[in-house]
């Protein structure tokens, strides 16, 4: 019963957010819309921001779990647009809130854990400098991230994918090349 409770919570409160912003959603209207008490959303979270980070943690993991190999850069920048992608207008009511840094915190692992699998997947064994190979994937994971969320500044407006389409496709070569440098010099 309580799985089902907290579960109702959340999803009332994503359909919320799809209707109006942040700061027009209070507890109070949040249970009413649930059909629970006060007592009942207290037992689950201490308040509205705690319910945030609660929803976006859960998304993440599942992104992680739905993608547990990333195969190419393509697909590592898709998968954090995925995120984001599903239900607009909540993501943007979060995004351009308080609690943007929730946000933000949680997009910023989705971005590490895409880069880190498809590194791990690019490099495989590949013998590289330790230090390169955190270089390389601090490069991606922050190119991840800027390009999340300047789609977000642009209210996700523009048709992302087709632009990280055609990004790989101009990129393509790039990484093997940084790799290959990065590999120690035969002896």
């Known amino acids: 019963m309580a ?3 907290k579960d109702a919570i959340k999803s009332t409160f994503i359909e919320l957010l799809n209707e109006k912003p942040l700061s027009q959603i209070t507890v109070k209207l949040l ?5 629970i008490n006060r007592n009942s959303f207290y037992y689950h979270f201490e308040d509205l921001p705690a319910l ?3 929803i976006i943690r859960e998304e993440a993991d599942r992104i992680i779990r739905e993608y547990p190999n990333v195969e190419s850069l393509d697909t590592a920048l898709k998968a954090t647009i995925d995120f984001a992608s599903k239900n607009k207008r909540a993501i943007l009511h979060i995004y351009n809130s308080v609690n943007r840094d929730i946000f933000e915190h949680y997009l910023w692992e989705v971005c590490e854990y895409a880069v880190r699998s498809y590194g791990d997947t690019a490099l495989g064994d590949i013998d590289i400098d330790p230090y390169d190979r955190e270089v390389i994937s601090n490069f991606y ?3 991840c991230f800027g390009v999340a969320l300047q789609w977000l ?3 996700m407006e523009p048709d992302i994918q087709k632009q990280i389409s055609r990004f790989c496709e101009l990129h393509r070569g790039v990484a093997e090349e940084m790799i290959q440098k990065a590999r120690p010099a035969a002896d």
């Open 141 to 143: 994971r922050c190119e």
């Open 3 to 5: 799985t089902f409770t």
């Open 31 to 35: 249970v009413e819309e649930c059909g």
């Open 153 to 155: 500044n642009q209210n």
């Open 52 to 54: 945030i980070e609660d």
